[in-house]
């Protein structure tokens, strides 16, 4: 498995966590809503972890720039964090509007995310690695050590 399948398959799960989430508060389940953002807001850090960590930074050694994709990557991932700091408000305050409002534009800026990702990065990334299993493994080490 490389790179790209690993990693698409990882936003699916985040995307499954963040449809329970999104399920849970629609159907004003709010501590199932709580239990479920939790997880989700779990994997999606782990997720961005692995990328700004390992792989970005592999990347950029192999390019020899910061620049290109994985500074835009890294840039959306600071708009993401702030979606999410207003959905855990939301949940918190256990506000169905505001919740499914911010759900919506964050569910619209993580699908337009993940498609550069998907169809851009990730697939450069398999070719430019030598051994995509290494940088895999150590994305991997990484989320079993938190």
């Known amino acids: 498995m490389g790179i790209t399948d690993h990693m698409t398959d990882d936003h699916k799960h985040c995307d499954k966590l963040f449809l329970d989430t999104e399920n849970a508060v629609s159907a004003g389940d709010w501590e199932t809503a709580r239990n479920a953002g939790e997880n989700f807001f779990q994997s999606i850090e782990n997720h961005f972890a692995m990328e700004e960590q390992i792989l970005f930074p592999e990347f950029e050694q192999s390019q020899g720039s910061e620049m290109g ?11 993401i964090r702030g979606l999410l700091a207003a959905l855990r408000q939301a949940l918190e305050a256990e506000d169905r509007d505001e919740f499914l409002g911010e759900a919506e534009t964050l569910m619209i800026f993580m699908q337009q995310h993940n498609a550069k990702e998907e169809m851009i990065l990730y697939p450069m990334a398999d070719q430019v690695f030598s051994d995509s299993a290494q940088v895999l493994a150590k994305m991997q080490s990484l989320i079993e050590n938190e």
């Open 69 to 79: 994709p994985t500074q835009v990557m890294r840039y959306e991932h600071e708009q």
